[in-house]
């Protein structure tokens, strides 16, 4: 038998206002055909599908468009919630796409019991993002010596849960978990959202109970392994999300089981469909760059242009602004560009370097930035009102997705 892990789609997902569904169109089409070629049985996506809790209708289209083409492959789809998807968004259409083979799980569920699916000779606990509340319940009546260690334990106890129950009525079937979570030691690009009290809580590869013979996880968008265990990974995002992706290989995993065992888990890359790249030099270093800037891959490259000229120059800034607006070019698209001057004199007040986009900055920075000028506060103050901060951010991102 053979399982593909991916998660972290983000379908309806905009890179500086660029659209990436030109991206995701040619991913689906390749996941499609390797699927066939590679006649897997089970597809497991681990949150993450959309971009939003509440997508754009071409994204949501994009979504039942593979769905309908899986059907003739009859290869068996379990997918889960993340922290961008909103639960009761992908649940609504759970009961008529179970019909058709697909398990839908998008928030937990209730009895626990319903998480288990049985396909052939396989059980996947398909667990989604565990949202605050979730936790709160699974470790009423008992808790750990702080909010953080709570976090990590309700998630503990919630795969330890399944795990008993599988092991019970499964003892020898192979057992996969799925997840949605952020793993110590994971190295996240830009585009993850923090979640788990800004990363804080984070759960160890060993607080996933040994019946587990995989462990697919989303959330991080790099592909990497847990802890130096084989069997608990990341598959990461399937297109770079964020500029900081530029250099990763993007793949997705196949498991082979036979005799009830994993015998092999292969890495398989997912080509290149867009190429983002960084120009970098003078003004005239970048504008000779980006006229004879080649592109390799199939959809025009998207450039981060970044320009560092010796001396303040408003002139420059004004021609830099200009040759952005006016390139157009059949290989590339200027998404961002900033100057700096390396000789400038800044006031105390000034927080941002010139051409820094405010969606550039994060929450968490701004705040870090304001506080450092607050000479009064100790730095167990700040550390405090920076975790007060972080817990408020949650509840906002949380409620958005609601
Ligand atoms: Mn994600």
Partial sequence: MKILHTADWHLGKKLHKHDLSKDHQLFLD????LIHEQKIDVLLISGDIFDLANPPIEARAMYYWFLRQMIQLK????ITGGNHDSAQMLDAPKDILQLLDIKVVGGTETPIENEIVVF??????AVPYLRDA???QAIEGESGTSRIENVRLGIKKHYDTLAVICQEKYPNLPKIAM???YANGSISSESEREIQIGNLASVEGADFSPIFDYVALGHIHRPQIIGGNERIRYSGSPIPLSFSEKNDQKIVLILDISANKIQEIKTIE??????LKRISGTLEVVKSKLIAFQNEAPLK???EVEVVEENFNPLIIKELNDCISLYDDENAIVLKHKISFKNEVKSSEELFVEGENLEDISEKSMLQKRLEKENSLSDEHRALMMEAFTELLL????DDEN
């Fill in 75 to 78: 290869c068996k789809i379990i």
């Fill in 301 to 303: 490259s998207f450039l």
């Fill in 30 to 33: 390749w996941l499609i055909n």
């Fill in 134 to 136: 979730d936790l709160r």
């Fill in 179 to 181: 997840g949605h979570l």
């Fill in 395 to 398: 509840m906002v991102e949380q």
């Fill in 270 to 275: 997912v080509p290149k469909f867009r190429e």
């Fill in 120 to 125: 052939e000779n396989l059980v996947v606990c």
